[in-house]
């Protein structure tokens, strides 16, 4: 029976896929909690790194270590760092994966895929200019803040990897707020007081959070229907 580990970065980005996952079950490996269930005929563990290289380097170390899977899936959200990709498209990591991306793309070819380079950074990117400028020098299309820590730990433990992400913001339609206000790193969750007070002193950026959100959850069904159909071919 093919094993499949899919890492997501956070609850708020996995919720749609699992609901998709059918006899699901919790357990706990070496601390970490992981969400087991099936699609199809396929078995999926699904575990969550949190946000950033600490707390992604101990937890995918942890959920590695006593486990072999015949692939790991690595998703979630990213940031296009130019306006070559646009919210909800989605990108598959060339330079991370270490499988044949032909399989996978040929599978989403309903859906607006790319295949280009992904750089993890330990912050978000905020301004327009400074996605461009990360742009020019790395030559990566997105962004994300998990992937290369997870690629490692793969190579480590001999475990083909899938980089599978879903843009949720772009120069031209970013975040509505200050990265740091819409999550705490350190802390791995909103503030939602700090939250409060930056909107009530900014009511004009209520509007775009609003529209971020449905961004955020058009991203989210985008990537559920895409690890469907990429588990669905393996």
Known sequence: MTSIAVTFALPAESSQFMRRLRNKSRADRNGI???????????????????????????IERFLADELFHILISTGFAGALSNRLHVNDLLLAQNFSTVDLKQAQESLSALSVHAADLLTLPAPIDSREERERIARESGAAAVDMETEFIARACATHAVPLLSLRVVTDTPLESFPA???????IEKQRTHVAALATFFLANPNRILRLLQFAKRIARARKTLSK????VVHEL
């Open 33 to 59: 909690s992981v969400v087991r269930g099936m699609i199809n005929d396929r078995t999926v563990e699904v575990v969550h790194t949190g946000v950033g290289e600490k707390i992604c380097r101990e937890r």
């Open 178 to 184: 200050p990265p740091n206000v819409l999550f705490d």
């Open 226 to 229: 895409a690890l469907i159909q």
